[in-house]
Nanobody, 119 residues
Framework: QVQLVESGGGLVQAGGSLRLSCAAS????????MGWYRQAPGKQRELVAH???????NYADSVKGRFTISRDNAKNTLYLQMNSLKPEDTAVYYC?????????????WGQGTQVTVSS
């Protein structure tokens, strides 16, 4: 079991920055991939960025060059630094952790944090 708690969302003007945090607890050593997803009203949840246990990162094309995913293993915390924010970045952002057990993937989610970017 993994528990995830996000923080850091809020209201910001276009061009501004925010940093999201995700504190993880539980079976942390078993986590293979951690990531950030977002869901805007009326849209499906989409991947924003993820980072593997080996440190490899992957970003959605829409956020490349503006967002940076990182983690602090000592603090068991995942971060998402968001710069040059656009109104289309407005969404609920969710932290995700994946545990791979043989052929089964277990997904854990945080409660989400709202990010609103005003134009």
């Amino acid at each position: 079991q993994v528990q995830l708690v996000e923080s850091g969302g809020g209201l910001v003007q276009a061009g501004g920055s925010l940093r999201l945090s995700c504190a993880a607890s539980g079976s942390i050593s078993s986590i293979n991939v951690m990531g950030w997803y977002r869901q805007a009203p009326g849209k499906q949840r989409e991947l924003v960025a993820h980072i593997t246990s080996g440190g490899s990162t992957n970003y959605a094309d829409s956020v490349k060059g503006r967002f940076t995913i990182s983690r602090d293993n000592a603090k068991n915390t995942l971060y998402l630094q968001m710069n040059s924010l656009k109104p289309e970045d407005t969404a609920v952002y969710y932290c995700n952790a994946q545990l791979w057990v043989i052929t089964t993937t277990y997904d854990y989610w945080g409660q989400g944090t709202q990010v609103t970017v005003s134009s």
